[in-house]
């Protein structure tokens, strides 16, 4: 290995700023390339501590409440491979419309903010309400629980807003429900027509009506729902609660029909 050591030393000293430059061409090289995998890593070092701090789920599965039951789900998470799983939560789908703009939103239904997966933080946010003894029961009941969870909340009753900005929030409120009720409208106008559709072809059976009753109930819970927060009312609810009383009236002569027919039968 002697004389290899020589060969290269002499080398070296014959070619002097050669390799002066392809030292300095390494040197920068291992540089740059230490640089850029240090930035790679801290990239996706804050989704990376987010997700680790809020327990963040590496699955997410959304099933058929109809199809597979609680329990169903509650099982799965024992099975092989498995090390944390959090509590199935119900998903609502609500719409909303401000103007010309849609959205649809997931609404997740939970019982705490916490679990050993997937946990929330609500950092900070604000909701103005006409001041009214329900009002405020649920703002006291809503801020309780924050607190339960070392979260702070403050419920400040009293407050007012000068006249320009109180029609303002109160326009809001008025859009909005407007937009529900006629919402509520058209599923109504759509279940109407699924009944003549149904009258017409004479399908009286019973599964038909327990499945249309069902859509009637769920009708009338979002209808009461809307109601409870129409602090404004301007008589946008009067053309769904009307649609719904023809349903109502649809479905007891179905309910006739079906009932004649099993008779006959």
């Not at 070619?15 to 850029?36: D, E, G, W, Y």
């Not at 987010?50 to 039951?69: K, M």
């Not at 429900?177 to 059976?205: N, P």
């Not at 809307?226 to 649809?250: K, N």
Request: with cysteine.
């Amino acid at each position: 290995m002697r004389p290899v050591f020589t060969q290269i030393r002499a080398a070296i000293l014959r070619r002097r700023s050669q390799t002066a430059t392809v030292l300095v061409v390494t040197l920068l090289a291992t540089t740059v390339s230490t640089m850029a995998l240090t930035l790679l890593v801290r990239s996706t070092q804050p989704f990376d501590d987010a997700f680790a701090r809020l327990s963040g789920p590496h699955l997410v599965f959304h099933l058929d409440a109809s199809r597979v039951t609680v329990a169903q789900l509650q099982a799965t998470a024992t099975l092989p491979g498995v090390t944390a799983a959090g509590p199935p939560h119900e998903i609502a789908l609500v719409p909303l419309q401000r103007g010309a703009e849609k959205a649809v939103f997931n609404v997740v239904g939970r019982d705490t903010a916490g679990g050993a997966v997937d946990r929330i933080y609500l950092r900070d946010g604000v909701c103005i309400l006409p001041e009214r003894t329900e009002t405020i029961a649920a703002a006291s009941a809503i801020a309780a629980k924050i607190q339960e969870f070392e979260g702070e909340a403050t419920v400040v009753r009293g407050a007012t807003l000068d006249s320009a900005r109180a029609d303002a929030v109160a326009a809001q409120f008025k859009s909005a429900r407007a937009a529900e009720y006629a919402e509520i409208s058209r599923e109504a106008e759509r279940l109407l027509q699924h009944v003549a559709r149904e009258t017409e072809h004479r399908d009286f059976s019973f599964a038909e009506l327990e499945e249309l009753e069902e859509d009637l109930s769920k009708l009338k819970r979002w209808m009461d729902q809307v109601r409870s927060r129409d602090y404004f009312p301007d008589g946008s609810s009067v053309q769904p609660e009307h649609l719904l009383e023809r349903c109502d009236e649809a479905l007891a002569e179905f309910l006739d029909a079906a009932a004649a027919g099993d008779t006959s039968a």
